[in-house]
């Protein structure tokens, strides 16, 4: 596990997810910080480290990054951490499309290609 606070190349994401669950990295994006938290087996660890961290909750949702897909299918929306009813959030998805946006921008900035 490990909090990305400047970069990460895609090669390096594309072995994290080879050793793991082969094609996909858990990752956990803190949308106040800009921080971008990735492997690990469970999206609740790489939240736990973040807040740690100092990260609060309501700013932690969880994706999954696929390297070696393109576009929308790229970043996957779903964590088990994002279901959160009191933010209005009431799926394993992102509901909010401003959030959506600053993730992808986050780790347009965290992930280099």
Known sequence: MQIISESL???DLKRMATASFGN???AVVDVDRGLLAVDAEL???LEALLLNDGSKQ???WGINIYPEMQ???FIEFDSMINMR???GNRSRGIDDGAIRKKI???IAKK???
Do not use: C, G, T
């Open 9 to 11: 190349v895609m090669d």
């Open 24 to 26: 996909l990295v858990k």
């Open 43 to 45: 999206h609740s660890d």
């Open 58 to 60: 309501k700013n932690l």
């Open 71 to 73: 576009a929308e299918e």
């Open 85 to 87: 009813p009191s933010q």
């Open 104 to 106: 992808i921008e986050i």
């Open 111 to 113: 992930i280099k290609r």
